[in-house]
T-cell receptor, first 114, second 115 residues
């Protein structure tokens, strides 16, 4: 158990809908990362937050947004969902978000868009 | 062409075998190299972490980085059925900017160790 928690574990929804994925980092970690894992693209970096501020951004779609709250938990919002958004979404956390930091991954949320 | 290439396998070996997993990369800015293990329906778990070139050993696991060839390896000695999982290499550049925290992953190699 990495200490990173994610809810829900599974999510099934329809195209066009909006969902929110939640992540609680390890105790003491200030930085949160979101990744998407699909069969064809593998594990892809979406976005990083550090102590409430956006720090780095990957190829995150405009339909996706995220934020990190004062209590350091983070939410990833996915809207206007398409079939291709079906994937595993992982949250990771690290102490400071520095270049040498180790990222610890949560168990993931499996999103199925029908 | 992907920044990180990893043979997806699958790789099947008998218990006790030495396993060699490899990744190549094209971005010379990569300085931090990691190997993660991912069991089915679980999150990736960090196995090995190396900065720049060289070798690192931890129990049955050895990580090697050859920056001149842009090639990294993970060796597993005396492989066990419990090592059956997907192994992902990951890399991070030694640079800030908009990609500050980004890990770039290989596709993952599926390994099965049979008794």
């Amino acid at each position: 158990d990495s200490g990173v928690t994610q809810t829900p574990k599974h999510l099934i929804t329809a195209t066009g809908q909006r969902v929110t994925l939640r992540c609680s980092p390890r105790s003491g970690d200030l930085s949160v990362y979101w990744y998407q894992q699909s069969l064809d693209q593998g594990l892809q970096f979406l976005i990083q937050y550090y102590n409430g501020e956006e720090r780095a951004k990957g190829n995150i779609l405009e339909r996706f947004s995220a934020q990190q709250f004062p209590d350091l938990h983070s939410e990833l919002n996915l809207s206007s969902l398409e079939l291709g958004d079906s994937a595993l979404y992982f949250c990771a956390s690290s102490v400071e978000g520095g270049l040498g930091d180790t990222q610890y991954f949560g168990p993931g949320t499996r999103l199925t868009v029908l | 062409q992907k920044e990180v290439e990893q043979d997806p396998g699958p790789l099947s070996v008998p218990e006790g075998a030495i396993v060699s997993l490899n990744c190549t990369y094209s971005n010379s800015a990569f300085q931090y190299f990691m190997w993660y293990r991912q069991y089915s329906r679980k999150g990736p778990e960090l196995l090995m972490y190396t900065y720049s070139s060289g070798n690192k050993e931890d129990g049955r696991f050895t990580a090697q980085v050859d920056k001149s060839s842009k090639y990294i390896s993970l060796f597993i000695r005396d492989s066990q059925p419990s090592d059956s999982a997907t192994y992902l290499c990951a890399m991070r550049a030694n640079a800030g900017g908009t990609s500050y925290g980004k890990l770039t992953f290989g596709q993952g190699t599926i390994l099965t160790v049979h008794p």
